[in-house]
């Protein structure tokens, strides 16, 4: 059983044998299709109804909301008002000057958990020395979830 919902990769085929395989210079609207990302997250009030078997009276929890998927409806959290969210979209966003311009190449992007947390990864061709051995640093990654335990993200306090 693996987790990965969605996702699109540039190079070889991964380890899992999952995914969409993509051209090295995919722009980054087909990255953004092929990974799955092609969906925004919505927000409700949380609400609940007090009563006997679904019957009686609806309430709302104002301290929290829900996260849910824009195609499917799907819930994915229950979080803090104060959870600031990051869409899939804007993570692969993040790449569109760093692959246009900057020679950054993106290696793989997706969705894991039916949407609660996706990610994208690209090669920087940068690399440096540390002591007389090399030490390529040449990723750039980017993982946001959309789990309750980081609900107070972005919180001044």
């Known amino acids: 059983m693996h987790l990965v919902e969605t996702m699109a990769y540039a190079g070889e085929k991964p380890w899992h044998g999952l995914g969409n395989r993509l051209p090295a210079d995919q722009s ?10 092609d969906w925004s997250i ?19 929890f104002p301290e929290q909301k829900v996260l849910y998927r824009s195609d499917t409806k799907a819930p994915l959290s229950v979080v803090s008002k104060r959870f600031k969210v990051v869409q899939p979209g804007e993570i692969l966003e993040f790449y569109r000057d760093l692959t246009e311009v900057g020679g950054f190449e993106l290696e793989t992007a997706g969705v894991l958990r039916q949407g609660r947390k996706f990610w994208a990864l690209a090669k920087t061709g940068q690399s440096t020395m540390f002591s007389t051995t090399p030490n ?4 750039i990654g980017f993982l946001d979830s959309v789990a309750g335990y980081r609900s107070n993200r972005g919180s001044a306090a």
């Open 42 to 60: 919505e927000e409700a009030e949380v609400r609940f109804i007090t009563g006997q078997n679904g019957i009686g009276t609806i309430n709302a």
């Open 136 to 139: 390529p640093l040449n990723w």
């Open 28 to 37: 980054i609207d087909g990255w953004r299709g092929s990974a799955g990302m």
